[in-house]
Nanobody
C-alpha cells in the first residue's frame, strides 16, 4: 500500500521558515519523480516544486529563491525548505509522487501551513 505522509506544517510568522517532509512507503521511491503542491482556500491546487528521480528540480516561478526541494533516497523522503514566508504562502501543502513512465501518481493527505503574525 502506497503512503505519502507529510509533516512539518504549522503556524509561522511572516519572514520565518519551515521545512516540510514527505515520507514515502510502498513505492520504489528512487524511481519516482516527487513534488510539492499547495492549495489555498478558494483556489486551485498549484505546483510549488518538483524533483526528478535524477535530482533535477523545477519551481513555480514566483517561489524561486525562497523555496528549495530536495530528496533523500536513503530515507525515502522529500523535503521542502521554505524561507522568507509570506501570508500568501498560507495553504495546505501536498506531497505528490509520479512514476515517470506509467504516470501513476499518488498524493499525501496534506499539511497545513499558516503564515500570520
Amino acid at each position: 500500500q502506497v503512503q505519502l505522509v507529510e509533516s512539518g506544517g504549522g503556524l509561522v510568522q511572516p519572514g520565518g521558515s519551515l521545512r516540510l517532509a514527505c515520507a514515502a512507503s510502498g513505492v520504489s521511491f528512487s524511481i519516482y519523480d516527487m513534488g510539492w503542491y499547495r492549495q489555498a482556500p478558494g483556489k486551485q491546487r498549484e505546483l510549488v516544486a518538483r524533483i526528478t528521480s535524477g535530482g533535477r528540480t523545477n519551481y513555480a516561478e514566483p517561489l524561486k529563491g525562497r523555496f528549495t526541494i530536495s530528496r533523500d533516497s536513503a530515507k525515502n523522503t522529500v523535503y521542502l525548505q521554505m524561507n522568507s514566508l509570506k501570508p500568501e504562502d498560507t495553504a495546505v501543502y501536498y506531497c505528490n509522487a509520479i512514476h515517470p513512465v506509467t504516470m501513476t501518481e499518488y498524493w499525501g493527505q496534506g499539511t497545513q501551513v499558516t503564515v500570520s503574525s
